[in-house]
């Protein structure tokens, strides 16, 4: 089959004829694309896998088929035969790995890669998020849905206590700077992350290296695994130009959150509390019921309503009345606030980009603009971020490569937090009552108190505050690569990168956090800047069936921050809020940071390419430590072994490839903190005017390096014409002298220190397999599932000095600042052991709450069995136990492509199986009586203990506060696992015939779906939860539906 | 080829000899802790610091003075939830509102001062020809206050039992390992008056305002000994003060319009709370205090003053001391909010400028001597003491002064509560005198399950318990938990 080739404007063209056969089995391939890059002719191959093309000597052909490595070929002579390997599997395929590239068959590492395709169509504004359920052993989480907020990335399990357990980034082979910038944090809880300047569409590709032999050369920092990113570069070819657009909707959460039962439940349950508290005091039934109307009445009279019941019992229906008082009467209506304060969320990226090249100069640049409006109605990101990738042969054997980018972010609105004021998802969930007007009823004024001790008018309140953070991110990237002679080639690196974040945060004299100071704003600056620079050797030849390749150098990095502030209070008035304007001002600025210095070298030798092996080394030196321990060694070796290629694998025609593969190693973490190991006197305590100075920080000279000591075996396999491929890796990684942050004797005047105390493990499975179901000329459909078995567990805890045993450490959820979740660091348990009292559920005869005591030495020790234990209605009587852990059993992804001609179908599942979830948020609205003036959950209500629902699993709803709703327990935790559709992809690619009418190469249109459907047991919030797996006020995941338009000219 | 090869491995061995220097990195903003301290002036940037750190809001800045007046009944509260009412219906325990902030807030300044007596004992050990007597003597007596305060917060009182647990009393910088057990109360009063007596002839007798000086030193004095019983020591400690420290009594006509003023005639130790730096605003005792919304919404109306104090004071009606007491939330007329802290009833401040909650702490006045040397010297000169007492009592001009016949322990303990209300004292001066406590629970209308009605000091959650984070980092310590934890 031949299909005719339009005519092209090359000069000097010939045919050029060929075969295309699978790499792997010889077998011939059809319909296989052959195109001419930069032009319009392609042409597809028949059914004994030829083809015919019109092209010119010199010009690139580049041949594609869905399950291949694309393939390009520069036209010589008019013959051309191709052999295309099938992806994954690919032993060919180009890999990015530390200081370089290789190929993945003579990798002896463990890395993932996935490549522009995969992420490029999902609404984000972050490209980690994009990677979710896609990489085995990597565990994407995110803990809001807040817009701009960023994911945390853990690579095979959790390596380290206090210190990071994020990876390495790396972009375009330089270290960057990733994770939480800016100071707003000190204010108000906020997420704004460096990497969300990177924008998705100008990467190729994210490899993730997971193993020593992979991640050892970046020494001690490659612990936690690193994440490769290479940008988009120009190809050899005619200009392309991509242009690209989608809007995006979020008109709803993706499950439901904690919703409020309705204005009548709210009404009968506060009444309930009141007349419990009487009767419980030894009241009438009758003085109650007066005393809790009157309570009622004095809450909401103001509103514009009153209440009546029939009788004076407990569980009387409160008659909800409009007062006839005022300008209306507002009987039989209320107040939606979630209509107020949510709306349909926009998101909408747009995205151009130019690229192309010749031999000696290639291209790409880009100009990007995103913006996401979160649902909640103060909250958005955008971006604004441009790209030059330039390189040029400046001689035959000299190659400059330039990267330049420049990304403004945009934030503002923050509000993610437990701070009952700021969250206005909180407030619709818990304090805002539908009794609650923003105007008053009887004046039709605004309505500026608050409405009861933490309820705010919201309407009023959203224009006396603000806040925001603008990031202008500058990042220069310098490769000067000379090739010295034929197998030595020299590169050296310089990088800069500058992030300016600038913040703004203003509340005006009416609001409640700036009447005492009769309004207050803080304008902030943090200006980060990193220098890298490192020059490295290689030396690569091949001596007939051996091959070398060696590589040496050395890199440096200076890491700065400087910090102003200056605030002002005494705002003369709203409408300018600038420090400017106001009446007193007070500034503060300083600056931190921390420097490193390295030596690195590996060497690489292969046989035949069946036999590989490899070994690293690298010297750390970093300012975190003090003298004693500044320096670290850090090194790898690893071996992999084509089996396939043996001869005595030849005759096994059914099997296309088989790796195996093992490495040891050992790596680092670096401590968070900056200055662990001084002891530091800050001058911050200002008295009278005068500057004061207080020991801030207790120093740790002892100090040392976190090391991990990782041991992978990894076995690659396809078969059945590479239909069927997979990889099953094993590891397990010992990490040793922790870092933690201890909590020490309050007596000593501190409440704790940094310290090296133990030794955690990691070890599990990762298996990826993936199945090409159908290849027809007209149908794909591939599928491919990913599950990771992780086991993390901490093996040792170090006695300190003059301690005959460890302490257990307990800690708390670090998200939020609000102890959301209590876990405990002991020997021989999870790394994630929720740690509190353990709850036994609701005493079916009363509806009391019921808890284990839980006596070391006497399981029946306590006030009176329960279920044969000993159990207590007095949490203070119970002795807190482990209560279990948020580690799955197993995580990962199910991904699936059908195509139909022109037609994508792509669905993109995640899951979690096993582990618990907990839950810091339901214990507001849950709760059974300590809070007076909030509203509560329609799953509390429908899920109580009553004289009527004996079996209700939530304890009875009393006025007397038995039981403080802010104590660590069992009570609030969840089966973890779930399953959700997180994308889901449809694509149409219009015919060439008609995009070529109308001069385009190619056209695209989709559409995509984030947060469609989830499945899961716990039905109270959404069970997509953060790194430490509990669940806060943050706001939740929005479903997202996107439709988008790409073109290429 | 070679060339580059060279200039590479050259530029690298520079770069990595180098690194000493490059791998020494400092912020701008703290100073090294062994180095910090070299002269008198950087001796007395840390005594800021400690000063500053009294006006925290778990110390002298709020809830020390809180727990004093809640759990001693003169305060009460309208609702429960508002924040801080577990102050007041005792509703603590180790984990949960335990107030481990006394705990570590306290002993962070024992720290400053044992760590800032080390610099400068290492300091002279090198002939220093640097003047840090003045330094000592405040730091010494500030770390007398400090475990003053201390052992009265987690120990039973003198006069119950010395021989109980007090606090770890600790003189030295410690190591982070370090697990320091209990004293005995008695240790403890042993250690404050030795650092009263070693700093006082180190100190100035001048007027310090904001800092301690001689006459803080012995007013001091005698409070500790108020509290050890040993009247003849506070009788002394508290007449030097009366005769020789210079300080004057407010006249009736002054009395109010000394809380819009700072470092009055009265003030003996006055911490200074100023705008930017220690005004805790929405969080400061002045607000804690006021009326609910008065100025700010955010105003919740923590506390008011309880019936019984309200009756106290009403003795007399023209009681000048009702000035600074206001009309709080409730309906009936009630003057429940105190503004002694807010400068006036009309929210005046104390001098600087737009702010009324940047008020300076007044932690010893004078009036607090008299009413030390009346109650020193009753049981041995009540003539005397009734002439101490009249001079305090005199604020209410329409009660009768007293005589040496009339004066009973009960007038001067009321005068106390009258006087020094909303100061931090009246708890205190129920443990030592084992006097019990009855609580205004009848004003919200609440049965607190955490206390009875009416408490002394045989009630185990009179004295707090030691935090569990502190058990958790020293395991020992939780063997000398206090009773019933």
Redesign the interface.
Known sequence: MWLGALPTAWAQESTVTGKVTDAASGTALSGVTVSVSGSDTRVATDNNGNYQITAASGASLSFHAVGYAEQQVIVRGTVIDVALAATNQALDEVLVVAYGTTTRGSFTGAATSVSAADIQDAASVSFETALTGKMPGVQITNSSGQAGAAPSIRIRGIGSMNASNEPLYVIDGVPATAGGSGQLGDYIYTSNNVLNTLNPADIESVTVLKDAAAASLYGSRAANGVVLITTKRGKIGKPTINLRSAVGFTPAWATDNYEAAGVQEQVDMLYQVFHDYRTS?GWTEADANADALNRLNGKFNQHGYYFETGGTGLYETVHIKGMTDGLVNREGSYYDWEDLLFRTGMYQTHDLSVSGGTENTKYYSSLSYTQDQNRVVINGFDRVSGRVNLSQKVWDKVELTTNVSVARNKQHGYNDTRNLGLNYYLQTRNLLWPLYWPDDYKTGEPF???YG?YAYNADYYENEWDNSANSLRLGINETLS?Q??PS?N?K?VFSYENNEVKEFLYYSANH??G????GLVHEMSTAYTKLVSS?T?TFAKNFGLHGINLLAG?E?E?NETDFQRS?G??LPASSLPSVSTA??L?ASG????????S?LSRAEYSYDQRYNLSASYRRD???RFG?ND?WGDFWSVGAAWNIRQEAFMENTSWLNSLRLRASYGVNGTQPIS??GW???????????????????????EDLTWETSYATNIGLEFSLMNSRLYGTVEYFNRDSKNLLQS??????????S?L?NVGEVNNRGFEVMLGYHILQSDDWQWSASINGSFTRSEVTRLYA????SEA?PI?WYDPTGGDSRAQFIYQEGESMLSFYGFEWAGVNREDGRNVWYVNNQDDDQAGDFLYNGRGATYDY?NANPTILGSAIPTVFGGLNTDISYKGLVLGLNFMYKIGGSLYDGAFKDVGDDG????RIRAQYYYDHRWTDTNPNGSLPKLLG???T?A??HSSRQMYDASFLRLKNINLAYAIPAGLTQRIGLANARIYFNGTNLLTFSRYKIADPEVNQYGTRGWETPFAKTYTFGIEFNF | MKTSTIITITAGVLVLSACSGFLDVKPTNSGDAKTAVRTAGDAQVVINGLMRSMTSVNYYGRNFILYGDARGGDLTIASQGRGQDALYTFNHTASSNSYSGFWSHLYDGILQINNLLENIASVESEDSNEDFGAIKGQALTARALIYFDLVRLYGKAYTDDPSAYGVPNITTTLPYNAQPLRASVAENYEQIVRDLEAAAPLLPTTHTNGYLNYYANKALQARVFLHMGDYPGALDAAEEVINEGGYQLYANTDWNSSWTRQFGSESIFELGVFPDEADLGSGSLGFYLRRRAHGASTAAGWFMASDYFLNRLSEDEGDVRWGVMAQDESEDPHLGSCYKYSGSVDLVGDGKRDNNTAVNIKVIRLSEMYLIAAEAALPTDPSKAAGYLNEIRKRAPNLPPATAASITLDMIVDERSKELFAEGHRFFDMMRLNRSIEFNDEFAGITPSSRPKIIDRSFYRTILPIPTGEIYANPAIGQQQNPEY
């Open positions: 005091n500026t108190g608050r001790s000379v010295l002679l030595l020299l050296t409640f956090n009447t005492t100071d009769n020059t050797a050395f440096a200076k605030s209070s005494n009446g007193k007070d300083y600056s931190w940071g921390y420097n490193m210095l030596v030196g970093s300012s003298p500044r900056n200055y001084r002891s530091l006197v800050g001058y911050s305590s200002r008295y009278m005017e005068s500057g004061g100075a207080s020991l801030t920080t207790l120093g740790n201890v909590p020490i004797s309050l007596v000593t005047g501190f409440g220190i310290r300190a000095e003059g301690e302490q307990v203070s300590y809070y007076w003036e007397t506060d038995p403080d802010m104590q």
